[in-house]
């Protein structure tokens, strides 16, 4: 199994950056793409930003410019480095990753979750 572990949320006024982490562990095999995804509440998880083992990115269009997505592949670890947040951005944070893992012949995909991380931006 792969387990998520993010961390680096928290509260921030607007106009200041905050550094979301997320380091993956476990059975990872190779990981194809990892990204963040947003929930405020009572609205629907969505799309942040992905980044893929070739380093191709996609961004939402309402962070782009101000947020931007890294992997370090050594340490299975992506990072989101939010800069001129804004109140709108408020919500928790969720890590995600989709890979492979592999034994033998057999192939065992995953699409896994971490736990979410609070950002809270204030006016």
């Known amino acids: 199994q792969v387990q998520l572990v993010e961390s680096g949320g928290g509260l921030v006024q607007a106009g200041g950056s905050l550094r979301l982490s997320c380091a993956a562990s476990g059975r990872i095999g190779s990981i194809n793409v990892m990204g963040w995804y947003r929930q405020a509440p009572g609205k629907q998880r969505d799309l942040v930003a992905t980044i893929t083992s070739g380093d191709s990115t996609n961004y939402a269009d309402s962070v782009k410019g101000r947020f931007t997505i890294s992997r370090d592949n050594a340490k299975n670890t992506v990072y989101l480095q939010m800069n001129s947040l804004k109140p709108e951005d408020t919500a928790v944070y969720y890590c995600?990753?989709?890979?492979?893992?592999?034994?033998?012949?057999?192939?065992?995909?995953?699409?896994?979750w971490g736990q979410g991380t609070q950002v809270t931006v204030s006016s």
């Open positions: 995600n990753t989709q890979g492979v893992f592999k034994i033998f012949t057999s192939s065992f995909p995953y699409d896994v």
